[in-house]
């Protein structure tokens, strides 16, 4: 997919998790995504490998319970399943270099948050603040049961 001539990744599967210390040290867009409920969380970083090394060390401390109290009471699909598994593969969308404008990223990572939520396989993870969720379920299970509904060759 292209995004005002930016080239998007989105052809994620299972098996193009990329390690932590492989992901790239610069701009970009990027994808946590939860096989299991096929949850997809979008995000932007200036620095795509230290913000994946920050949401690993949350999903562990989350799965492990040794998250703080403020962070164990959130109770969204993907902090349950942080909380559940931790397991998030981690997947590159774009390290176009116009992406260091953080502008420019916020205004794709908002193009992909409507894509996500839109695509017939994939759940949206999103929940950042200002930005509207009306997701069709509320707890990881119901999100789970949803993906079981789905393949992932579905859209391959």
Known sequence: MNYKGIQLDLDWTPDK???IDQLPSCAGIYAEIHWESKGVRI?????????HRESSN???AMH?????????????????AAKRDGRFAHCVV??????????LRLEVEAFLFDWVAK?????????QRGW???LPYTTL????????????ADFQ
């Open 17 to 19: 998790d990329i390690p």
């Open 58 to 60: 949350w999903s562990r």
């Open 119 to 127: 695509h017939p396989v994939f759940q949206d993870f999103n929940f």
């Open 43 to 51: 995000g932007h970083a200036k620095n795509i490998r230290a913000r």
């Open 132 to 134: 509207k969720n009306t």
């Open 141 to 152: 299970d119901e999100a789970i049961q949803r993906a079981a509904l789905c393949q992932v």
């Open 94 to 103: 774009s390290i176009d270099p116009s992406l260091n404008d953080k502008t």
């Open 64 to 80: 492990q319970g040794t998250a703080s109290p403020s962070q164990l009471k959130r109770n969204n699909v993907f902090c349950q």
